[in-house]
């Protein structure tokens, strides 16, 4: 059973910093794309961040500049470091894997899910 779990999350002022984590198991996680999206209240969910299985990336011009996307194979893991962080990133922030080498920018291209990890940012 493949499951994503993130974490990281949290409550952080305008200008700081965090980093998100998804742990993937039951799947092999070096042939998966990644991607991070984020869902604010009353918001369509939206790519924030994309990884293929050989490190190319792509960001959503909101964020870029400002977040990373990395990913750890041996420790079946994809993180999202945020900085700069401001009021408009608030959400819910959802890893996701797709089983392809690409990298993917369609909402449902991606297989699975996670729960997703609340991020507040405050003014």
């Known amino acids: 059973q493949v499951q994503l779990v993130e974490s990281g999350g949290g409550l952080v002022q305008a200008g700081g910093s965090l980093r998100l984590s998804c742990a993937a198991s039951?799947?092999?996680?070096?042939?998966?794309?990644m991607g991070w999206y984020r869902q604010a209240p009353g918001k369509e969910r939206e790519l924030v961040a994309a990884i293929s299985t050989g490190r190319n990336t792509d960001y959503a011009i909101s964020v870029k500049g400002r977040f990373t996307i990395s990913r750890d194979n041996a420790k079946n893991t994809v993180y999202l470091q945020m900085n700069s962080l401001r009021p408009e990133d608030t959400a819910v922030y959802y890893c996701?894997?797709?089983?392809?080498?690409?990298?993917?920018?369609?909402?449902?291209?991606?297989?699975?899910w996670g729960q997703g990890t609340q991020v507040t940012v405050s003014s």
């Open positions: 996701a894997a797709a089983r392809t080498a690409s990298i993917v920018t369609r909402r449902n291209a991606y297989d699975y």
């Open positions: 039951g799947l092999t996680f070096g042939s998966y794309a």
